[in-house]
């Protein structure tokens, strides 16, 4: 089973900033594009941004200019700078492969709370 270990969220006030951090096995990192997610209370889990095996990068409007993803190919870790937070970032954010549906299975996840 994939290894998927996310870490870093936290209590922030609006307008403070996170680093999260994703240790993905190996036997994925490598060979696929790699996303982050999230999924606020009573909400579907959304796609937030990806950094592709090319260099590329893509966010979703709602987080264009405050987020930003990177990875570390010698860690097989994936990185989700946040900065600018405002309250409806307040979710558990996960990391896995992207597209959403190939996924086989989801870490635990870190949950971010942003108060106002």
């Known amino acids: 089973q994939v290894q998927l270990v996310e870490s870093g969220g936290g209590l922030v006030q609006a307008g403070g900033s996170l680093r999260l951090s994703c240790a993905v096995s190996?036997?994925?990192?490598?060979?696929?594009?790699m996303g982050w997610y999230r999924q606020a209370p009573g909400k579907q889990r959304e796609w937030v941004a990806v950094?592709?095996?090319?260099?590329?990068?893509n966010y979703a409007d709602s987080v264009k200019g405050r987020f930003t993803i990177s990875r570390d190919d010698a860690k097989n870790t994936v990185y989700l700078q946040m900065n600018s937070l405002k309250p409806e970032d307040t979710a558990v954010y996960y990391c896995?492969?992207?597209?959403?549906?190939?996924?086989?299975?989801w870490g635990q996840g870190t949950q971010v709370t942003v108060s106002s």
């Open positions: 896995n492969v992207y597209p959403k549906w190939l996924a086989d299975n």
């Open positions: 190996r036997s994925i990192f490598s060979v696929n594009d």
């Open positions: 950094f592709n095996t090319g260099g590329r990068t």
